[in-house]
């Protein structure tokens, strides 16, 4: 979380819309391959066993 400040957040509105597309189960390959987006492995728990979800047509609302 010390990649957001707190203050920026929109506490209880929707600020985004997605269409979930998938859910599976995170293994090592997975992990390694999202090690290469800094940013989105940055903001996660990787670890084996866990879930992610894949989505698609995601647009913020503001």
């Known amino acids: 979380m010390s990649l957001v400040d707190i203050n920026d957040l929109n506490l209880g509105k ?7 597309i998938d859910c599976i189960k995170m293994t090592d390959e997975f992990i390694n391959n999202i090690k290469n987006r800094k940013n989105e492995y940055l903001t996660g728990i990787y670890k084996n066993g866990r879930y992610a979800w894949i989505l698609k ?3 913020t609302t503001r």
């Not at 929707?14 to 979930?20: F, G, R, V």
């Open 14 to 20: 929707i600020i985004c819309s997605c269409e979930l």
């Open 57 to 59: 047509n995601y647009r």
